[in-house]
Nanobody, 124 residues
Framework: QVQLVESGGGLVQAGGSLRLSCAAS????????MGWFRQAPGKEREFVAAISWNGGIIYYSDSVKGRFTISRDNAKNTAYLQMNSLKPEDTAVYYC?????????????????WGQGTQVTVSS
C-alpha cells in the first residue's frame, strides 16, 4: 500500500501563487502516474493535472491550463503542482493520487491510492 500526503495549501489572494507537494511512501514505485484532483464544496471531484511515470506525458484540465504546472521528482517520490494566477474559483480541497499503467489520466476511477487532501482558498 502507498501513503500519499499533500502539503502546501493555504489562503491566498486572487492572482497569487501556491505550490502543492505530494509525498509518497510505503510500497512506492516510480512506475506510476500521479494526478491532482480537486473538489469544491457541493461539487464533484474533478481532474486538474496528471503526469506519467517519467514525466513524458502531462495533461491539464482546460480550466487550469497555462496557469498550473505539474512536475515530479522520482528520487524523492514527490509530485508538485505549481499554481499561479489563482482565481477564487480555484478554491477547493486538492488531492493527489497515483495509478499504474497509462492512458485515461483524467479518469478518477483509474487512480488507486489517494491522499487526504489539502485546502486551497483563494480570496477575491
Amino acid at each position: 500500500q502507498v501513503q500519499l500526503v499533500e502539503s502546501g495549501g493555504g489562503l491566498v489572494q486572487a492572482g497569487g501563487s501556491l505550490r502543492l507537494s505530494c509525498a509518497a511512501s510505503g510500497r512506492t514505485s516510480s512506475s506510476y502516474a500521479m494526478g491532482w484532483f480537486r473538489q469544491a464544496p457541493g461539487k464533484e471531484r474533478e481532474f486538474v493535472a496528471a503526469i506519467s511515470w517519467n514525466g513524458g506525458i502531462i495533461y491539464y484540465s482546460d480550466s487550469v491550463k497555462g496557469r498550473f504546472t505539474i512536475s515530479r521528482d522520482n528520487a524523492k517520490n514527490t509530485a508538485y503542482l505549481q499554481m499561479n494566477s489563482l482565481k477564487p474559483e480555484d478554491t477547493a480541497v486538492y488531492y493527489c493520487a497515483i495509478r499504474m499503467g497509462s492512458g485515461g489520466y483524467y479518469r478518477i476511477g483509474e487512480y488507486t491510492d489517494w491522499g487526504q487532501g489539502t485546502q486551497v482558498t483563494v480570496s477575491s
